[in-house]
T-cell receptor
Framework: NAGVTQTPKFRVLKTGQSMTLLCAQDMNHEYMYWYRQDPGMGLRLIHY???????AKGEVPDGYNVSRLKKQNFLLGLESAAPSQTSVYFCASSKDRGKAEAFFGQGTRLTVV | AQTVTQSQPEMSVQEAETVTLSCTYDTSESDYYLFWYKQPPSRQMILVIRQEAYKQQNATENRFSVNFQKAAKSFSLKISDSQLGDAAMYFC???????????FGTGTRLQVFP
């Protein structure tokens, strides 16, 4: 029972490099979310998806792109990493709308030097 | 745009005592959902309690209860009989019924002293 799995768990990037974070869920959930967590800032929503093939912008979308080609996967891309993108990234998914619980991955710690 | 505000960066409570964590939110919507999540040092996010905005009755889950004041846009969490295992970061969250956007506050770090 894997739930929500994020890959990788840790990564160090150089400024200007690109990378993709993968979020995979095996619960057949419709809704998926990407957040970043920074000290004193809480969790800020980057992008989210309400179903396969759909994406929408969250609170802090600049510098990130996403894709939801398959229902179970939600990819977060950094085209040209910047030190300001150093953060812990969380993916979450939920089955339904409304009061449905969001299930979170274990987080990815990304450092951009 | 909706916002969630947690004005207490840190709180502390003695074991077996009661503590209340504050949360306010701003929205023009009438239909939405509110949550409290707990994040222990393991970083795993755990749902504590949830509330539908259309329900007047405050939600309760064992030692955890909320005080939901819709007109004041306030959603506080009360933890009764605090335990050492309650020590964690607590996040208040808002979910729009219209857009399904799920946004969080900045969190309150709760310390529990024996």
């Amino acid at each position: 029972n894997a739930g929500v799995t994020q890959t990788p768990k840790f990564r160090v990037l150089k400024t200007g490099q690109s990378m993709t974070l993968l979020c995979a869920q095996d619960m057949n959930h419709e809704y998926m979310y990407w957040y970043r967590q920074d000290p004193g800032m809480g969790l800020r929503l980057i992008h989210y998806s309400v179903g396969e093939g759909t994406t929408a912008k969250g609170e802090v979308p600049d510098g990130y792109n996403v894709s939801r080609l398959k229902k179970q996967n939600f990819l977060l891309g950094l085209e040209s990493a910047a030190p300001s993108q150093t953060s812990v990234y969380f993916c979450a998914s939920s089955k339904d709308r409304g009061k449905a619980e969001a299930f979170f991955g274990q987080g990815t710690r990304l450092t951009v030097v | 745009a909706q916002t969630v505000t947690q004005s207490q960066p840190e709180m502390s409570v003695q074991e077996a005592e009661t503590v209340t964590l504050s949360c306010t939110y701003d929205t023009s919507e009438s239909d939405y959902y509110l949550f409290w999540y707990k994040q222990p040092p393991s970083r795993q996010m755990i749902l504590v309690i949830r509330q539908e905005a259309y329900k007047q009755q405050n939600a309760t889950e064992n030692r955890f209860s909320v005080n939901f004041q819709k007109a004041a846009k306030s959603f506080s969490l009360k933890i009764s009989d605090s335990q050492l295992g309650d020590a964690a970061m607590y996040f208040c969250a808002y979910r729009s019924a219209g857009t399904d956007k799920l946004i969080f506050g900045t969190g309150t770090r709760l310390q529990v002293f024996p």
